[in-house]
């Protein structure tokens, strides 16, 4: 049997760790870059063989794992890849996939600095395709967004549904999409995009501007602190577990799907909802203070998932208090 090789972009990111998880536990020989501006090393901690986290080190240092099924690449995906010393080197066919996750992921950031998004959002995934294409490796699986749809009044949205972004991180999102496409029609790849709704679980940073409102909630609920809730707390979002996103995104390559597809739970939660389940998880009363919405936010998501549905068995997605119930555990085992 032939062991895959593949290479994870954002490798030690919230969503790219959970990735390189499932890739390793399945064998896979896993390249991983990273630039650090929002990965951790400690979320890659399990594949260090000791128990002291200084012992990753010479991984970090050197480039080799304890392990020989992983490499890390210290790069800013804003670069060229050809350019790394490393993934310059790489031979035709050295790679089987690039699963595509580097990226700034922040909407109300992407105003303030439309230029850096753009590098790392559109650029990234620029030098990332053109990598595939000199060494012939046929496959990206992208991380794509929600955000790249038009705010719509409807009880779900379709791939197919208007796409019209209202902010830079959105609109980078959606070029991207589109250059995978070029480079399927024109270089005969078979990309794939997962447009992303809202995203939590373990390792997702509490307090940074990367965390998410599940992930908020749920620290200020551990801390005994109010909730900022912007608007009147009506918004709705579709909330999926990272290990689904995971597991999904290596489907993407295992299966061949190709072209763009919805990565939700199709189950829509308001933020009032959501702030009364993560009261009955956690046991804790979570007081909220209302504030004027914010640029740029998206009234109501959720996602359609007839397409994926199609291609895959989605059955066996994480509920969101089992969700929440995991992360919650993660968030006060890590914080003693």
Known sequence: MTIKKVLVTGGAGFIGSHLVDVLLEEGYHVYI???????????????????????????????YGKRPKHKLIEWDISKPLISSPWLGSLEEGELDCIFHLAARRNVMTSFKEPYDDTMRNYIGTVNVLELARKIKCNKVVLSSSYTIYKDLDQSCITEDCRKEPISPYGLNKLASEKLLQLYNNHYGMRNVAFRIFVPYGPRQVPGSIFSGVVMRFLDHARKDEEVTIYGDGEQTRDFIFVKDIARCLHAGFTRDLEGVFNLGTGRETSINGLLDAVRSVTGKELKANYKDSRKGEVRRSVADMTRL????????????????????????????
């Open 309 to 336: 549905m199609e291609q895959m068995d989605c059955e066996g997605a994480t509920t969101l208090e089992e969700g929440l119930k995991e992360t919650y555990g993660w968030l006060t085992r890590k914080k003693r």
């Open 33 to 63: 870059l990273d630039d650090f501006s929002s990965g951790n090393l400690r979320n890659l901690k399990r594949w260090n063989s000791g128990d002291d986290f200084s012992d990753y080190g010479d991984m970090y240092k050197y480039g």
